[in-house]
């Protein structure tokens, strides 16, 4: 049930932005298929997994079909820390697990980009690894900054602490930092060198066509979903059970597409300039704050 809500919701994203980015540059966005276009995720799924799947003859057979497979499988997997109050599955070591599947992803960039056997997929996935393991450092040490204060892995416990007080009237610029570095983790704009188009043809997807490309596209979209989960869980504080949740959830993935509609893409050597010389001291610096607070107050109840 969940990876079937997660993949309609990833249709309705795909959508949205469609939508959203039209009215950016003033055109309208898909409005053909069903009433105001409702029907075109359908019409585009039906259309890329019914077309004739391309084989580069020069390709590695094996990593070059299963690559796109093993993007959304962890894509999907990394649901499942999601705190749902059903009860139907609830992790104690919630984020270590989240930080797992983030580093996974890289691997289906790399095995994507290398077994195409094209140059323009080697730059691209080479490109995007670099990128994916440098805001990964940044992303963790924000994630320790919160588990200090939590005091456990299990994401449910955000959602007690926040009862009264959300996060981010705390930790507004770290909360900035993450959302920066949740766009360049999930390569969008203005950190799309995996996929800039204008340079690497399509990046590490340039010999994807049919569903292969289908099954990446729906592992990126479906990690701006969760990306988008997870920041208001943590910043925004809130019960899964609850109606506003969602729509906080959907606020920050308009926000995803807000900016690519409005941000032109970064140099290069800026985007890992940002990461080492930025986010890396600021995340730091924070993280050294939260272990004084929390020392502090220990040491004030004993």
Avoid: H
């Avoid at 690894?129 to 040490?141: F, G, K, N, P, R």
């Avoid at 900035?176 to 995996?194: G, K, Y």
């Amino acid at each position: 049930m969940l990876v079937i809500f997660v993949l309609v919701a990833v249709a309705f994203l795909t959508l949205l932005e469609r939508k959203v980015l039209g009215y950016i540059q003033i055109r309208k966005g898909p409005n053909k298929v069903g009433v105001l276009g409702f029907l075109q995720p359908f019409a585009d799924a039906v259309k890329l997994f019914t077309k004739e799947q391309t084989l580069p003859t020069m390709s590695n057979f094996i990593p070059y079909y299963l690559s796109p497979v093993f993007s959304l499988f962890i894509a999907l997997l990394v649901f499942l820390v999601a705190p749902f109050d059903s009860g139907f599955v609830s992790f104690k070591m919630g984020v270590l697990f989240f930080l797992c599947c983030t580093s996974l992803g890289v691997y289906s960039m790399m095995g994507a980009g290398w077994s195409s056997n094209s140059k323009y997929a080697l730059l691209g996935c080479l490109r995007a690894v670099a990128q994916t393991i440098s805001y990964e450092v940044s992303l963790a040490l924000i994630l320790l900054s919160f588990l200090f204060l939590v005091g456990g892995f299990n994401l449910s416990l955000f959602s007690e602490y926040q009862r009264f007080l959300w996060f981010i009237g705390l930790t507004l610029p770290l909360s900035l930092v993450w959302f920066a570095s949740c766009l360049a983790e999930t390569n969008r704009t203005p950190f799309d060198f995996a996929e800039g188009e204008s340079e690497l043809v399509s990046g590490f997807n340039t010999e994807y066509s049919a569903g292969g490309f289908a099954l990446i596209f729906m592992a990126e979209y479906a990690s701006i979903l969760f990306m988008s989960v997870l920041f208001s869980l943590i910043f925004l504080g809130g019960e899964l059970s609850s109606l506003l949740f969602y729509l906080k959830a959907g606020l920050i993935s308009f926000c995803f597409i807000w900016a690519r509609g409005t941000l032109p893409r970064f140099r290069y050597d800026k985007l890992m300039y940002l990461a080492w010389k930025s986010f890396l001291p600021v995340a730091l610096n924070y993280l050294i704050f939260f272990l004084g607070l929390k020392v502090m107050f220990v040491v004030l109840l004993l």
